[in-house]
């Protein structure tokens, strides 16, 4: 379940800081020290091109021999944010501020049009061909699934032990807080990693992560979220999975600098969309949702539209309407 998770305390207000990623050095350097750097440069940028191209022909699959996807259609070169990082623990995709994206969960996905830059979709509903098939229109794949929620209903539940899951979600019968602090827990969670990697995503949407703000009925704090963020980024970027944070506005700060995106569900809502400009002013994607009425259906009025294109579109956001469900129906801003 996806709908209605957020940590939404209100006293976050103000408590946004800018990353300032860029801050100005004024060191002397040496003579030697540039000769240094240049070399390193030169590997960086040769490693960089090794990778990429590496990645580039794993990535298009099928059609290693066609021309470059991004010029075989101009509306990728959109902000699709089709950049390669390096990290110290993999090379993995950074998408860039403003990437165009659907999101389409517990149902496998059938629509690819209008073609955005980026699918975010259900890793246990979806196969290889699809994800292959994205991947021929020059898209990227990000994969969900629950990292802190056990769920009845996915075929890898059997693994979970008893002691590993605490209280009902509020609003999802069924559904239950997990102590993310747990081994097993955390085995299950790099299965699901490598299931994703298998399959070809590019990234992961690892949901509920936030039940350090929920009574969850084990003592998680905003410790050991940040724990298991960096667990799960680890050995996603070991696999060459860039990977995003869900929610968790508390945990901005701390997380902006080693995941590459954030899901928000709802801030302008709640009025906590400022919490997650961090992103925006790291260059990453805010890919955001606000839900509307189930019944308005394909009917979203401008009043409505006005409000939720209004300013967190100005500011940057990937703003998505979408219903509760999460299916296929969308409209963008
Ligand atoms: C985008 O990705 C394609 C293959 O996925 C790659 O060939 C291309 O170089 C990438 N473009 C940039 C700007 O990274
Ligand atoms: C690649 O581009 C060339 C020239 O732009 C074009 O003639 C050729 O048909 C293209 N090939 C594919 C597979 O799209
Ligand atoms: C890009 O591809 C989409 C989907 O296949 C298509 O609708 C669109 O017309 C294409 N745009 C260009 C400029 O070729
Ligand atoms: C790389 O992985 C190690 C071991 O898992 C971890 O301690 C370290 O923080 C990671 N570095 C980065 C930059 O993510
Ligand atoms: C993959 O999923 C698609 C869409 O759900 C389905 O049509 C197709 O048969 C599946 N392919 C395989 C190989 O399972
Ligand atoms: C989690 O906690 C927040 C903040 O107290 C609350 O608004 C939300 O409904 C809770 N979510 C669930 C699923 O219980
Ligand atoms: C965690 O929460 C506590 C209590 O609210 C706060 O004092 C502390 O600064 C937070 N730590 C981090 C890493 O956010």
């Given at each position: 379940?996806?709908f209605s998770?957020t940590?939404r305390?209100?006293?976050?207000?103000?408590?946004?800081?800018?990353?300032?990623?860029?801050?100005?050095?004024?060191?002397?350097?040496?003579?030697?020290?540039?000769?240094?750097?240049?070399?390193?440069?030169?590997?960086?940028?040769?490693?960089?091109?090794?990778?990429?191209?590496?990645?580039?022909?794993?990535?298009?699959?099928?059609?290693?021999?066609?021309?470059?996807?991004?010029?075989?259609?101009?509306?990728?070169?959109?902000?699709?944010?089709?950049?390669?990082?390096?990290?110290?623990?993999?090379?993995?995709?950074?998408?860039?501020?403003g990437?165009t994206w659907q999101i389409?969960?517990?149902?496998?996905?059938?629509?690819?049009?209008?073609?955005v830059?980026?699918?975010?979709?259900?890793?246990?509903?979806?196969?290889?061909?699809?994800?292959?098939?994205?991947?021929?229109?020059?898209?990227?794949?990000?994969?969900?699934?629950?990292?802190?929620?056990?769920?009845?209903?996915?075929?890898?539940?059997?693994?979970?032990?008893?002691?590993?899951?605490?209280?009902?979600?509020?609003?999802?019968?069924?559904?239950?807080?997990?102590?993310?602090?747990?081994?097993?827990?955390?085995?299950?969670?790099?299965?699901?990693?490598?299931?994703?990697?298998?399959?070809?995503?590019?990234?992961?949407?690892?949901?509920?992560?936030?039940?350090?703000?929920?009574?969850?009925?084990?003592?998680?704090?905003?410790?050991?979220?940040?724990?298991?963020?960096?667990?799960?980024?680890?050995?996603?970027?070991?696999?060459?999975?860039?990977?995003?944070?869900?929610n968790?506005?508390?945990?901005?700060?701390?997380?902006?600098?080693?995941?590459?995106?954030?899901v928000n569900e709802q801030c302008l809502q709640f009025k906590e969309c400022g919490l997650y400009r961090?992103?925006i002013?790291?260059?990453?994607p805010v890919l955001h949702i606000e839900y509307v009425s189930e019944k308005g259906n394909n009917d979203v009025n401008t009043r409505t539209r006005e409000e939720i294109c209004g300013q967190p579109a100005e500011e940057g956001f990937s703003t998505l309407m979408k219903k509760a469900?999460v299916?296929?129906w969308t409209e963008t801003c």
């Amino acid at each position: 379940m996806f709908f209605s998770r957020t940590s939404r305390s209100s006293e976050h207000g103000d408590k946004i800081e800018s990353a300032s990623p860029n801050a100005v050095h004024t060191r002397r350097h040496s003579k030697r020290f540039w000769l240094l750097l240049l070399a390193a440069t030169i590997l960086i940028i040769g490693l960089g091109l090794g990778l990429g191209l590496g990645l580039g022909l794993r990535n298009t699959g099928d059609d290693d021999d066609s021309n470059d996807s991004d010029d075989s259609n101009s509306s990728n070169t959109l902000p699709s944010g089709n950049t390669t990082t390096i990290g110290v623990n993999g090379t993995f995709w950074q998408p860039q501020a403003g990437a165009t994206w659907q999101i389409v969960l517990q149902q496998p996905i059938h629509t690819f049009t209008p073609l955005v830059s980026i699918f975010d979709i259900d890793l246990f509903e979806n196969n290889a061909s699809t994800i292959s098939h994205i991947h021929s229109l020059g898209s990227k794949v990000i994969c969900y699934f629950s990292a802190g929620s056990y769920e009845s209903f996915r075929p890898d539940t059997k693994d979970f032990v008893s002691a590993d899951y605490g209280n009902e979600l509020k609003g999802w019968p069924g559904e239950k807080w997990l102590d993310t602090r747990s081994e097993n827990v955390r085995a299950i969670m790099k299965k699901r990693l490598n299931l994703a990697s298998e399959i070809g995503c590019d990234g992961v949407d690892p949901d509920n992560v936030d039940g350090f703000v929920n009574d969850s009925g084990f003592p998680l704090t905003n410790t050991t979220a940040l724990d298991f963020l960096h667990f799960l980024a680890d050995e996603a970027h070991r696999l060459k999975l860039a990977i995003g944070l869900k929610n968790a506005g508390d945990l901005v700060g701390q997380t902006t600098g080693f995941l590459q995106w954030v899901v928000n569900e709802q801030c302008l809502q709640f009025k906590e969309c400022g919490l997650y400009r961090p992103f925006i002013e790291a260059g990453k994607p805010v890919l955001h949702i606000e839900y509307v009425s189930e019944k308005g259906n394909n009917d979203v009025n401008t009043r409505t539209r006005e409000e939720i294109c209004g300013q967190p579109a100005e500011e940057g956001f990937s703003t998505l309407m979408k219903k509760a469900s999460v299916d296929e129906w969308t409209e963008t801003c």
